[in-house]
């Protein structure tokens, strides 16, 4: 029995590393030596810390010295310090969820499927990739990007802290510079362990709807110069469809094995920020706050729609409109000279891909414009209810 070789993604491996994350499995060759868990009790820490910390402060109706013992960067919000509060419980939680995915993903191989995405970290030295068909620039860019998004993390939850400099007690300010510290780097575990993999995700959609129209094209290309014989054997064409049918699969399964990993990473992602962005809807339509927070929020609830509520959806739509011009290509093939075998295996494949039974093989991108237009009604919903509340 033969065992499939794991492959080694050491470019991947880097990337992540740079981001605060280590994950053994990705170069399978390398001694245990290598492999650097202090990257997860860090986040583990700084998560467990930070929420403790804000359980504290949603607790506290009014200021005290335990306010500023600990560090609380909510009290220049005013009135909206606990909204403000809410909204980083929801980030922070959302990030714990992903840093538990990601550790059992070291000790659980079903959750291990998803690292092929590694491939775009390799093969940097030609002129044009050989698996995305880019040119590597792409690639390259498409990597400080996201170092840059990362870093940007740290600055802004620097900023986050500013204002309470401005107004802790001189005796206090100590405390406030070692929670910058520890702020300083919740905002990078929270992009790195968290909103950083969104661009992943996004990647690896690209990447199976290329698969996708390389498998339609091929289709294509190969019916058309049979179908320009006058003579067509009824074997040679069931054998054209017959490939089309098992390599679109393969592609179909080797999506189903990353779905393990990405459903756990969305659904934390999209949970966590659908509850941020609902209460900075809420401050930003109903309460009267200073103008320059009002602002910060707004960009600041741009970045959380953008991340967690729009472009998993779009993409979503993407990767289906890649599988419906596939099977739109093969049901042209049932009107064709192909066996009665053949033709009962693409309605097969037809009831399991259109009608999504196969193997749950939606469920990685069950994100499509109609469960956008849910999530947006969602909000207007909660909006309405809002309104109605405050009118009485």
């Given at each position: ?14 990337y ?41 402060i ?19 919000a ?11 419980s ?10 538990v995915?990601?550790?059992r ?34 690639h ?43 702020t ?79 459903i ?51 993409l ?39 009608s999504?039974?196969f ?34």
């Amino acid at each position: 029995m033969m065992v499939k070789r794991q492959l080694s993604y050491s470019g991947f491996r880097r990337y992540l590393n740079y981001q605060l994350v280590d994950l053994n499995y990705l170069t399978p060759n390398k001694l245990a030596t290598d492999y650097h868990p202090w990257r997860f009790y860090l986040a583990f820490f700084i998560c467990i810390v930070n929420q403790i910390k804000l359980s504290i402060i949603f607790c506290q109706n009014e200021v005290t010295n335990l306010s500023y013992y600990i560090g609380d960067i909510t009290l220049p919000a005013g009135k909206t310090k606990k909204h403000l509060t809410l909204i980083y419980s929801s980030w922070i939680i959302g990030t714990f969820m992903c840093t538990v995915t990601l550790y059992r993903s070291q000790y659980t191989p079903r959750l291990q499927k998803w690292i092929d995405i590694g491939i775009i970290f390799e093969h940097l030295s030609t002129r044009v990739h050989p698996i995305s068909r880019l040119p590597t620039i792409v690639h390259k860019y498409f990597i400080r990007f996201c170092f840059s998004v990362f870093c940007s993390a740290g600055f802004s939850a620097i900023l986050i802290c500013l204002p309470s400099f401005f107004i802790y007690p001189h005796q206090f300010l100590i405390y406030i510079w070692i929670w910058l510290f520890i702020t300083f780097l919740a905002g990078l575990i929270i992009v790195g362990h968290g909103c950083g993999f969104g661009p992943l995700y996004a990647a690896q959609i690209y990447l199976f709807g290329a698969k996708m129209s390389n498998h339609t094209s091929s289709l294509i290309q190969r019916l058309n110069f049979v179908l320009a014989y006058r003579r067509i054997k009824k074997t040679h064409l069931s054998s054209i469809v017959y490939r089309s049918v098992q390599s679109s699969t393969s592609v179909l399964r080797e999506l189903v094995e990353g779905y393990h990993f990405w459903i756990h990473y969305n659904q934390a992602i999209f949970l966590a920020t659908f509850i941020a962005q609902s209460i900075v809807l809420y401050l930003i339509c109903f309460v009267d706050i200073p103008k320059f927070l009002r602002l910060a929020l707004i960009v600041l609830g741009f970045i959380n729609w953008i991340t967690g509520l729009s472009i998993h959806f779009f993409l979503g739509a993407y990767g289906q409109r890649k599988i419906g011009q596939h099977c739109s290509k093969l049901r042209r093939t049932l009107y064709l000279n192909i066996s009665n075998q053949m033709k009962l295996r693409l309605v097969n494949y037809f009831e399991h891909v259109e009608s999504r039974y196969f193997f749950s093989i939606f469920g990685s991108i069950n994100y499509s414009l109609y469960h956008f237009l849910l999530v947006v009604l969602e909000n207007a919903t909660n909006l309405l209810l809002l309104i109605t509340t405050l009118g009485k």
